[in-house]
């Protein structure tokens, strides 16, 4: 089984979106991280999904730190605990579980390496609605054609992210899927902000009363510009480009419906 991220997965070339700022490049089973070491979590990851092949096994794996890096350098258990923060997969568990079964349980449990998640306000991550669907319904509308996608998804590394237990909790994420079709690349970006969910007074985050965390379907161009990262193709093929809006809109997001594929 290859190891990291293949360009040429969806039979166009799509590289490795890469970031301005320094990076550590830590490849796994079908899938590769791009860790920021300055601010602990990852500012890239990008993941190959065939969906003819995905397996539904069941869930195994220990959230571990990545003996390849410096525990300095990742964002390990002393930040999640005791508090309404959740581990957040950023490549999810079963994305990378495909063919072999043998190969798609070792890349599932590759998942759960620390430099693979992120600070998520408990509501926010269990969300599946929205945003832990949102692969899946791109997944379900590409079956016309080779049901892969190329998907990549990290948090948005800004300066003025709240400081919390030695890192800073990011307040935005964000996903961009790709996939070939009969006219070519397409792609669409997404934005997740859990601003209201976070409150890292007192040394506190999610804070109750909870508020609300809200998702969009957001121009690719603006996701690179916030992100800091260099997506090639990607804007280009954005579905947005090609639907009757404007082309600096970022769409809110209710449901699955208000998607424009």
């Keep these: 089984m290859t190891d990291g991220y293949e360009a040429e997965f969806l039979g166009a070339?799509?590289?490795?979106?890469?970031?301005?700022?320094?990076?550590?490049?830590?490849?796994?089973?079908?899938?590769?991280?791009?860790?920021?070491?300055?601010?602990?979590?990852?500012s890239v990851t990008a993941v190959n999904i065939d969906g003819a092949q995905l397996r539904d096994l069941a869930r195994e794996g220990e959230w571990r730190l990545d003996p390849r890096i410096d525990a300095d350098e990742q964002t390990g258990p002393e930040v999640y605990a005791r508090n309404d923060l959740d581990r957040g997969h950023l490549v999810r568990r079963r994305d990378p579980g495909w063919g072999d079964a043998a190969e798609a349980r070792e890349a599932m449990e590759a998942t759960f390496f620390y430099p693979n998640a992120a600070p998520q306000a408990a509501g926010f991550n269990q969300s599946k609605e929205l945003w832990l669907g949102l692969e899946d319904h791109v997944l379900a509308y590409a079956e016309t054609t080779d049901q892969r996608l190329s998907v990549f998804t990290a948090p948005v590394l800004a300066d003025d992210d709240p400081p919390y237990r030695g890192i800073r909790i990011p307040l935005r994420f964000w996903k961009i899927?790709?996939?070939?079709?009969?006219?070519g690349l397409r792609a669409a970006g997404f934005v997740l902000d859990q601003t209201e969910l976070v409150d890292t007074s007192e040394g506190?985050?999610?804070?109750?009363?909870?508020?609300?965390?809200?998702?969009?379907?957001?121009?690719?161009?603006?996701?690179?510009?916030?992100?800091?990262?260099?997506?090639?193709?990607?804007?280009?093929?954005?579905?947005?480009?090609?639907?009757?809006?404007?082309?600096?809109?970022?769409?809110?997001?209710?449901s699955a419906r208000d998607m424009i594929l």
């Design 204 to 254: 506190l985050l999610a804070a109750p009363p909870l508020g609300a965390f809200r998702t969009f379907q957001a121009p690719i161009a603006d996701i690179a510009g916030i992100a800091g990262i260099e997506v090639g193709p990607l804007v280009d093929a954005d579905v947005l480009d090609r639907a009757d809006v404007r082309a600096s809109e970022w769409r809110a997001l209710h």
């Design 13 to 42: 070339a799509v590289a490795l979106p890469e970031p301005a700022r320094e990076f550590r490049t830590l490849e796994y089973p079908r899938f590769t991280v791009l860790l920021d070491p300055a601010r602990r979590l990852a």
């Design 177 to 183: 899927a790709a996939w070939q079709d009969a006219t």
